[in-house]
C-alpha cells in the first residue's frame, strides 16, 4: 500500500500538479476545508510523506530555523497541542506554549482574544489557536499580520486534524476518491466529522454515512450546506444500516463538554460503541477503524490489537509529519 502511495504521489509530481501549487500556502491562514483546491490538499500530503524520516529517525533539521511558533490553547488538548509542539521542534523552530490559556495567561484578567493575538504577532512567526467558541479562527486571522492555524474552534472545524486523517485515507486505501465511509457518533457537536466532509468533497464519487441517533444528528443548515458541495452525504441510526466493506469507519466521542444537561450526556455517550462483534458483522477485510481521539468508552479496547485499527498509532502519528508539513509551507520553506 505504501508503494502505492508513493506511486501516486510521484505521478502527480511528474504532472508537476503539485510544482504548480507550491507557493499558494506561503503566508496564508490555516482556517478551513473550505479554503483548499484539491491540488493543494495534494500538496500538504505529499510534504508530509517527504518530511516523514526525519521525524521517524528523529534527524535534526533546521528547516524552520529562526521561527518562532505560538501554540495558543484555550481549550484542553494532548495530541494537537504536543503534536504541534514535535513538529515545529523537529524542524528547528522554537514555541511559545500557552495551554489553558484562560486560566494561565492574561486572559484571566480580562485580555481580549485581539489583544493576545496582537501581544503573541509581536513574538512569533505563525499562531496555532484553539478556541471553545465557532469562528474564532476567522477573528483571529482578522486582526493578524502573520498566519494563524486553526487548531479547532467550537463545534465548528479542526483543519489540521482532518488533513490527518485524509492523508491515513490516503496512506491506508491508496486514493482519495470514490470512497465509502462511516461517520459514527456526536454529528452535532464534533468538529472533526465537519472538516473530513469538506476535505472529502473536494474529490470526486465519496459518500459518507453519518451514524448517530436522532438528538446528535448534524445540525439541518449545516449538512444541506455540506451535501451542496457534491459529497453523498447518508444519514442512518441503527447499526443494520452500516454499509458491508467501508473503506474506512471514522469514530467519534460523544462530545460531554459541550452538553448542558450531564443527565443528557450520560443517555447519548455509550449509544454506540465500536465493538469486535460489530466489525465481525458489518466491517470489510480492508475496512480500517479511525478516531481522532481522545476516545472515552466508545471503542472497545479490545478493537486496538485488530490490524485494521489505525487509529493509535498511525493516525496519530501522520499528525506530525502533516502538521510538519504545514509549517513549511505556511512559512514557504523549502522541502
Ligand atoms: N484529536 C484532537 O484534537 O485531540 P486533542 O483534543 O487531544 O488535541
Redesign the pocket.
Known sequence: MLKLFSCLLDYLMSKKIIEKNSHNLIGKDIISLDQFSPEEIKEILYTAKKLKPLRDLAKPSKILSGKIISLLFY?????????FTSAAQQLGAGIIPIQNAASSSSVIKGESLKDTILTLECFSDIIVL?HPENGSANEAAAVADIPIIN??DGTNE?PT?TLLDMYTIFEETGRLTNLTGVCAGDMLNGR?VKSLIKGLSLFKGNTVYLLSSEKLRIARRELHALSASGIKLIEISTEEEIPKNADFWYWTRVQKERFTNLKEYKKHKNTLVLTPRLIENYAGKKTIFMH???RVDEIDVSVDNDPRAVYMHKQMRN?VYVRMALLALVTGKKV
Open positions: 481549550e484542553p488538548s494532548t495530541r494537537t497541542f504536543s503534536s484553539r487548531a479547532g479542526h486534524q472533526t481522532p481521539l481522545p499528525g
